[in-house]
Structures are given as C-alpha cells and as structure tokens.
C-alpha cells in the first residue's frame, strides 16, 4: 500500500525540550511538506523540500528544522525556540501531475503535539 | 498573496440534502484539488482537477475547475451522516494554495 506515514498519532512535549515528528512515504514523491493546523487558521507551511538535500522555510518556520537526507523521509524537529507548539502537524507529498503548476499533493495521518 | 475564499465557512443539513461550495480567487490556477478532514485525522484528496471547465465525480461527489481557472466548486448528493467533516479546496500555479475549510454537519 503507497501512502504516507507519520508517527506518534499524539507527542507530548516538556518545557524546554527538543521533539522530533516522523514522516516517511512511499510514493517517491520529490517534494514533501510540513504544516501547522490550529482551529480556525487553516493550513500554514512550515518547511518544504522539493529534493534530497534540500529544503526550503515556509510562512512559519520559526523554532522549528528538517531535514531531507532521503527521498522518503522529511523529519520535523520542534524546538525549545518555538513558544507555542500545541498544534496538530500534517506531513505531505506531492507530484508533479503534467504541465506548468499541476501539483497533486497527499497527507499523512498526522501528529498531535501537547506541551506538559 | 494568493488566497483562496471557501464558503460557506460551515453548512448544518439534514441527511438526504445535495449540497453545494466554492472556491475563489483572484488568482489564476492551473489545479484545483478537494479534500475531506475528519475530526483528528489526516486530509484525504477525493477529487484532483487540472484543466480549465473540467467536471469529476467521484461516487455521490462533483466538483468542476472554472472556466476562468479562479474558480471551483464541489457539490455532494443525498448527503448522508458519515458526510460529515471538514472539506477544503487547495489549487497550484506556481505554489499550493488552501482554502480554510467548510465544516459540513449533517443531521441524521
């Protein structure tokens, strides 16, 4: 079964504390995404990376980092640095459908982070 | 910034009911993507749209791309509970753009 993965369903995080939000598919997509969702803001990019070794800030990538050193994975890393990290993390991929823009994005299951 | 308007921002019908919403910009678009989030989960994509006054169904759902690519919209016959959810629209020129949902209640 393609599809995208992202582990743990739910993470909780101490004061202070650095976490790591997993995110691997199998559909050898090229590019991959994460967001933030929070009710009522809609859907807001954090990072990107159209390839291996390569990845891009979003609108909010402030306190957190990834990395891409495979095509299948796109760790996401929540830092001490980011005050506010209660929020549900959506991970993505996506395809180049044919011509110029024609991008088909897919999303895992996503992870729900608490702060203790 | 490109930014999509979705509306209605929610809907409350009885079960059996077609519903209707949209999508706009003012920006040009060469895809038009919908999706459905339940409530703790992950967005599923139910339709993919990639030319200009394309018209998809995919079982009780259509959705056609504008012909002035700024549009898009999705309807749902004889809705049905599990219906429920949250549905957005997300379309790519040169950078996805999402809408900030429509939150469809369905009364049994």
């Known amino acids: 079964d393609g599809g995208i993965t992202q582990s743990p369903k739910y993470l909780f995080r101490k004061e202070g504390q650095n976490v790591t939000l997993s995110c691997e598919q199998n559909?050898?997509?090229?590019?991959m995404y994460w967001y933030r969702q929070d009710p009522g803001q809609g859907l807001r990019l954090i990072y990107y990376?159209?390839?291996?070794?390569?990845?891009q800030k979003g609108d909010i990538a402030e306190g957190y980092s990834v990395s891409r050193e495979k095509k299948e994975s796109f760790p996401l890393t929540v830092t001490s640095a980011q005050k506010n990290p209660t929020a549900f993390y959506l991970c993505?991929?996506?395809?180049?459908?044919?011509?110029?823009?024609?991008?088909?994005?897919?999303f895992g299951p996503g992870t729900r982070l608490l702060v203790l | 910034g490109q930014q999509l308007n979705q509306s209605p921002q929610s809907m409350f019908i009885q079960e059996g009911e077609d519903v209707s919403m949209n999508c706009t910009s003012s920006?040009?678009?060469?895809?038009w993507l919908w999706y459905k989030q339940d409530p703790g989960e992950g967005p599923v994509l139910l339709i993919a749209?990639?030319?200009?006054?394309e018209l998809t169904s995919n079982g009780r759902l259509t959705a056609q791309f504008g012909i002035t690519r700024k549009d898009s919209f999705l309807n749902i016959s004889a809705s049905i509970p599990s219906d429920v959810g949250i549905y957005f629209c997300?379309?790519?020129?040169?950078?996805?753009?999402f809408g900030k949902g429509t939150l469809l209640t369905v009364n049994p």
């Open positions: 993505a991929s996506s395809t180049r459908t044919g011509g110029y823009g024609q991008e088909t994005q897919y």
């Open positions: 559909l050898n997509h090229d590019a």
């Open positions: 990376s159209q390839i291996v070794n390569d990845f």
């Open positions: 920006s040009i678009f060469n895809t």
């Open positions: 749209l990639y030319k200009a006054g």
């Open positions: 997300g379309s790519s020129n040169y950078k996805l753009t």
